[in-house]
C-alpha cells in the first residue's frame, strides 16, 4: 500500500469539499491506494474511486461529513473513526464500510451492494430502499 496523509485545514483554512476531493484525485493519480483523511465536514468522502491498475482503495476518515462512502465502488474500504452524519453509503455500490460509532439518518439508503458496519446506532430510515 502506498499511504498519505491529508489534513483538510492547511494554513488554518478549512479546505472545501471540492478542494479536498481534488487532492485525493491527484494523489490516485500519483499511485496512492492508502489515505489517512482528517476531515473538518467534507462531504461525498470515499465515493466513486478507482485506480487505473485496480488496485483496492482504502480510506482512514476522521470527522466526515455527509454521505461518506457515497456511490462506493468494490474494492473500495472506508474506517470511519468516530460518528457520521447522514447519508452513510448512501447509492453504495460495493464498497466496505465500517462506522466505529454512530451513523445518522438513511445509513445505506438506496445500496444496491456492499456492506456497511456501524459500531453505534442508526437513525431514521437506515437501509430503506436498499437493493440488495
Not at 474494492?75 to 447519508?87: E, L, N, Q, Y
Request: hydrophobic letters at 35%; glycine letters at 14%; aromatic letters at 6%.
Amino acid at each position: 500500500m502506498n499511504t498519505t496523509i491529508i489534513d483538510s485545514l492547511q494554513d488554518n483554512k478549512r479546505l472545501s469539499t471540492k478542494e479536498l476531493l481534488d487532492i485525493i484525485y491527484a494523489k490516485i493519480e500519483m499511485g496512492f491506494d492508502e489515505f489517512k483523511i482528517l476531515a473538518s465536514g467534507q462531504h461525498d468522502l470515499g465515493g466513486p474511486l478507482w485506480t487505473k491498475d485496480g488496485k483496492p482503495l482504502i480510506f482512514h476518515i476522521t470527522n466526515p461529513g455527509q454521505r461518506v462512502g457515497s456511490m462506493g465502488m468494490k474494492g473500495t474500504k472506508i474506517i470511519v473513526k468516530g460518528s457520521a452524519p447522514a447519508d452513510v453509503g448512501w447509492l453504495n455500490s460495493g464498497a466496505k464500510i465500517v462506522i466505529n460509532g454512530d451513523a445518522g439518518d438513511t445509513a445505506a439508503h438506496c445500496s444496491a451492494g456492499g456492506k456497511i458496519y456501524v459500531a453505534g446506532r442508526t437513525g431514521t430510515r437506515s437501509g430503506a430502499l436498499m437493493k440488495h
